[in-house]
């Protein structure tokens, strides 16, 4: 055998001397403004707010709340299940989906309720990130789904707008 617990030392020294070369140089090509964002607590908190809105509105049956956080009612919002992202042709992938959103939500006549959890923002100025885990259970039968969702926000007017939305959903177990 051509590896020798001596050869085997020296060849992982050898990696680990390698890979630490590499990160020492990655890290001193990073500019240093990469990663200054332009974030404020109190920006936090009203995304936080309209995060409030969206699951209060959304338990609600408040289609009117829920409009006011929308950007427009043409946003990109949809499920990747419903983009059938394994067979689209990127030219004609349709992303504005909020209308049959809306329709399930707000004008089926079924109620839900929706939780977020592991609400993680990111924000540099008018710009915003929201990603998160969630939980949908319909309030008459209890059944519902899962996911993950991410959000873009921008600030326009002094008002923090979700101008997208795409989610993953899964059936929740049992």
């Not at 936090?44 to 707010?49: L, R, T």
């Not at 993950?148 to 929740?172: C, D, H, M, R």
Request: glycine share 6%.
């Amino acid at each position: 055998m051509w590896l020798t617990k001596s050869r085997t030392y020296a060849l992982y020294a050898f990696c680990i001397c390698l890979l630490s070369a590499f990160s020492a140089a990655s890290a001193q090509d990073i500019p240093a403004v990469v990663g200054m964002h332009q974030n404020d607590p109190a920006e936090k908190q009203a995304i936080e707010h309209v995060l409030s809105i969206y699951t209060t509105s959304f338990s609600n049956g408040d289609e009117a709340a829920f409009s006011s956080i929308l950007l427009n009612d043409q946003v990109p919002f949809s499920s990747t299940a419903e983009l059938h992202l394994d067979k689209a042709e990127p030219a004609h992938l349709q992303t504005s989906r909020y209308a049959r959103f809306k329709q399930a939500v707000f004008e089926s006549g079924k109620h839900y309720q929706q939780q977020f959890y592991h609400v993680r923002i990111e924000q540099d100025g008018a710009l915003a990130q929201v990603s998160l885990d969630f939980v949908t259970r319909d309030a008459d039968n209890h059944g519902g789904g899962y996911g993950w969702k991410s959000l873009t926000l921008l600030k326009v007017n002094g008002q923090w707008k979700i101008a997208s939305e795409f989610y993953t959903v899964y059936p929740l177990p049992g």
